[in-house]
């Protein structure tokens, strides 16, 4: 159904499991770090949790899901620039740290390549 | 030639006029009220603004040769027994989203007409909201009072630590706080009846306020994952 009056009318029973869900999704994000999951698992599950949670909040929650394609587009294409930014940004940060580690060294105490 | 310039220049004038009909005239983009398309806007702007919040603290966390303080220590709480690792975050993410439902139902309820539930659901997200406020306002005083930690510095690792932390979750509290203030306005002219005979009885300003508190519940998913648990 595409909403031409901007009318958002939906039944009761889509937002409640919307509701646990999120609270599913919040349980399982914070699982994972009292299970203390580590490397490449623990990143894998925060990003896929904090992405279905987003995705549930701003396609149902937020109505972005009956909205008209032209305002969807409007709205969540311009985001995706951030990933150059993210990925520019990254690539800046490693650069910066590799200078100091050439620079200065190590950080004293604590030797890590964890951060 | 004097009379072609001028009539260049007329020219310009007239498809300049024109430019400025196209922009002002009545005309709906969209096709949804224009409250909520600027809201959309407004939220879209404020999305590049946690970005750039969120990335910055990407950068420092990645640049820094000296270990990150390990957020589950750092915000473990203990009630009586052993500490529990984040355990007032995960609190604190459970009162914005049970704020995000019963904000949910009051933007159907509102369009039911139902103003008792609209404005007890709205009342029950703003209180929720506050609880949010005041459970940061805790968080900050144990980080700065007990453990020492400072936007240029503290005892755990990263100096960039304390700053990245009171930058991301001082706006977001900011835009919670604020939120509370929206709602209790919205709600209030719902149950007078502003919306009645100001709107025709028209309750999409309902919605447009729970898109913005929605947004900061999807915020706060983002900060949650990237600095709490990352």
């Not at chain 1, 394609?69 to 620039?81: M, T």
């Not at chain 1, 990933?83 to 910066?96: C, H, K, R, S």
């Amino acid at each position: 159904m595409t909403a031409t009056e901007g009318h958002q009318q939906h039944p009761l029973g889509v937002y409640f499991w919307v509701w646990g869900l999120l609270f599913v999704l919040s349980a399982f994000s914070y699982a994972v770090d009292y299970y203390h999951l580590q490397g490449y698992l623990r990143w894998t599950l925060i990003l896929l949790f904090m992405f279905l949670k987003a995705g549930f909040i701003v396609a149902i929650f937020m109505h972005m899901a009956w909205e008209r394609l032209a305002l969807i587009y409007a709205i969540l294409v311009p985001p995706l620039c951030l990933l150059v930014f993210i990925g520019l940004m990254a690539i800046e940060g490693e650069y910066i740290e590799l200078g100091r580690l050439i620079a200065f060294g190590p950080a004293p105490e604590i030797i890590s390549t964890h951060h | 030639m004097n009379q072609n310039s001028l009539a260049g220049t007329a020219e310009i004038l007239a498809g300049n006029q024109g430019a400025l009909q196209d922009a002002v005239s009545d005309k709906q983009i969209f096709q949804v009220p224009w409250g909520k398309a600027m809201m959309w806007i407004f939220l879209l702007s404020d999305t590049f603004i946690f970005s750039c919040f969120l990335i910055s603290y990407m950068s420092v966390r990645i640049s820094t040769t000296v270990p990150w303080p390990n957020p589950s220590e750092v915000f473990a709480l203990s009630f009586g027994g052993d500490p529990i690792p984040l355990i007032l975050i995960a609190i604190m993410t459970f009162v914005l989203i049970t704020s995000s439902g019963t904000m949910a139902l009051a933007v159907n309820f509102g369009y039911r007409k139902n103003k008792k539930v609209t404005v007890l659901l709205m009342a029950a997200t703003a209180f929720l909201g506050a609880t949010f406020v005041g459970m940061q306002a805790f968080e900050w005083t144990k980080l700065i009072v007990d453990e020492g930690v400072r936007p240029w510095g503290n005892p755990m690792g990263a100096a960039q630590f304390g700053a990245s932390f009171f930058m991301i979750t001082g706006f977001h509290g900011m835009h919670v706080s604020a939120g509370v203030i929206y709602l209790s306005i919205v709600a209030w002219r719902v149950g007078s009846g502003y919306y009645d005979r100001h709107k025709n009885g028209n309750y999409e300003t309902v919605e447009i306020a729970g898109l913005y508190w929605h947004f900061v519940d999807l915020v706060w998913v983002f900060i949650f994952a990237f600095f709490y648990l990352w």
